[in-house]
């Protein structure tokens, strides 16, 4: 029984040319099959292998799990040995949290990803085996990797499941090409305002606080006005926040001329 007996699931399929396959060496759980799949969508990878799942395949659990990744498990294969699933890679990494008496390159995930967008690029087959879930590779699995992968975490607590496993991986394969920006201001309809646009407004709102009395204190009105203007500058005002304190001067003005404060024009 597969994910397709209940729905399609999101429209998924592989991109052109050459993207890592994961290898899920001994998988135990159908959930964490299904979510590694999940995790796989997250970050643009459809190829999963699996070698000698402990209860056979397909599981339904599994696509249940997937969250309408399903057709990353209807596309997967089943392996008998590590030697069978990457027989036609020319690369071959293996995630393992404690690296010990082996010479080898090991990398981060992120140099990980770095390394798979270079050695797909160039059109060579790339697989990423990680572990069973109870105790991950073991010495005979990762005599098939000429690369070793760990996640440099929190020392005191190094234990991630399957599914967070492929999610790091697949986070930095994605994020490796990704074009969004780090940082960038949300601005929906309106727009960062002009050096110009601000300076009428401060302009504007000095004056008022001059006609107010706020700056009556003549040795330190300079450096009043110019932490107002450090404060307004610091940041990267819109042009509809800044029609919205022109509208807060209006008022206040007007509510001077209410309350007698000044004669009006």
């Known amino acids: 029984m597969t994910g397709r007996d209940r ?3 999101a429209d998924l399929h592989p991109a052109p040319g050459e993207s890592p396959i994961v290898v899920l060496v001994r998988p135990q759980l159908a959930d964490n099959i299904g979510a590694c799949a999940r995790a796989m969508a997250n970050g ?5 292998r699996l070698v000698a799942p402990r209860d056979g395949w397909p599981q339904s659990r599994a696509w249940a799990a997937a969250s309408g990744a399903g057709r990353i498990l209807d596309a997967a294969t089943v392996h008998p040995t590590v030697a069978d699933a990457v027989a ?22 992120r140099a990980a990803a770095e390394d798979l967008r270079e050695i ?3 059109g060579l087959r790339a697989a990423v085996l990680f572990g069973p879930e109870r105790a991950g590779l073991d010495n005979d699995d990762m005599a098939h990797a000429d690369t070793l992968v760990r996640y440099p975490l929190n020392p005191a607590h190094m234990s991630l499941n399957l599914g967070q496993a492929v999610m790091v991986l697949a986070y930095e394969w994605w994020t490796a090409a990704e074009p969004t920006p780090p940082r960038v201001l949300m601005t929906n309809e309106t727009r960062v305002a002009t050096k110009g646009e601000l300076d009428i407004f401060l302009n504007r709102l000095v004056g008022e606080l001059d006609e107010s009395g ?6 330190k009105r300079p450096g009043m006005v110019r932490n107002l203007r450090h404060w307004f500058e610091r940041g990267e005002v ?7 304190l022109h509208g807060v001067v209006t008022e206040l ?6 309350r007698g404060r000044v004669e009006p024009d």
């Open 7 to 9: 729905e399609d699931g």
């Open 88 to 109: 036609d890679c020319q690369r071959v990494l293996a995630t393992c949290p404690r690296p010990r008496h082996v010479v080898i390159p090991v990398r981060t995930a």
């Open 120 to 122: 797909n690029g160039r």
């Open 238 to 244: 819109t042009e509809q926040e800044l029609r919205t």
């Open 214 to 219: 706020f700056l009556d204190n003549l040795p």
């Open 253 to 258: 003005s007007r509510g001077r001329v209410r």
């Open 44 to 48: 643009g990878l459809f190829h999963l």
